[in-house]
């Protein structure tokens, strides 16, 4: 497969044009956290699909959508570009090494219990359960409520803890993935349950910021192309 190798705070992504299917991604993703596949390209839109390892799909991606972002301003010469995921549409733009995306508006649940594990369900055009709690109970933690049967499509699921009133500790695990450093829709799913922003949200693989303009979330990061 030709491709090139992209890593967004820790995240690794490989982006290529050719067609891919669930029996490829699990074939070709080698290392990586998933590959972006660019389904078409018209000026300033880049329509991309989300691969998981396990060859499951995305709905979104915040790490993904900022290197396809990078991926497209690089190629086409332009500050300002819009990624497409299905139905939704974030617009980047490049502040010189960095990448602030507009991912749209976040809806955040009441706080639920399950099995004594409290947390809060975020969609950020995708699912996520945050649990406010050592970062380090993530391996018991994640895997029990990424499956859970409140989640039937399963579900992302953070555990955070403040550090201060602009800072949180988070580790992530993704649905479909495990574990990874980072990742940017729940770096935004961890602000708006906690009701930190602007936050600066601190993964394992890197810092991400994060602020509001009402419901809609914008995230801040880098992206860039490692090979």
Request: hydrophobic share 45%; aromatic share 4%.
């Amino acid at each position: 497969m030709q491709s090139s190798r992209w890593d967004a705070q820790g995240n690794v992504y490989l982006v290529t044009e050719e067609s891919i299917t669930p029996e490829r991604a699990r074939g070709e993703v080698g290392d990586a956290d998933g590959i972006l596949e660019i389904l078409r390209v018209g000026g300033s839109v880049v329509e991309i699909a989300i691969w998981n390892p396990d060859g499951s799909s995305a709905e979104m991606s915040g790490n993904g959508t900022r290197i396809a972002a990078r991926w497209l301003a690089e190629r086409a010469g332009l500050d300002e570009v819009t990624v497409r995921v299905g139905p939704r549409e974030v617009c980047a733009r490049m502040l010189g090494a960095l990448v602030e995306q507009d991912l749209g508006e976040v809806i955040v649940s009441p706080v639920e219990e399950i099995d004594g594990l409290r947390f809060v369900a975020v969609d950020v055009g995708n699912p996520h359960a945050v649990v406010e709690d050592d970062p380090a109970s993530l391996p018991e933690i994640g895997p029990r409520l990424e499956v859970h049967e409140r989640f039937p499509n399963r579900t992302n699921v953070q555990v955070a803890r403040r550090v201060s009133d602009a800072l949180i500790e988070a580790r992530v695990w993704e649905r479909g993935v495990g574990e990874t450093a980072s990742s940017g829709t729940s770096a935004v799913a961890v602000a708006a349950a906690l009701g930190l922003a602007p936050a600066t949200v601190r993964f394992p693989g890197g810092e991400l910021a994060v602020r509001f303009e009402g419901a809609r979330a914008y995230l801040t990061g880098p992206a860039v192309r490692v090979a």
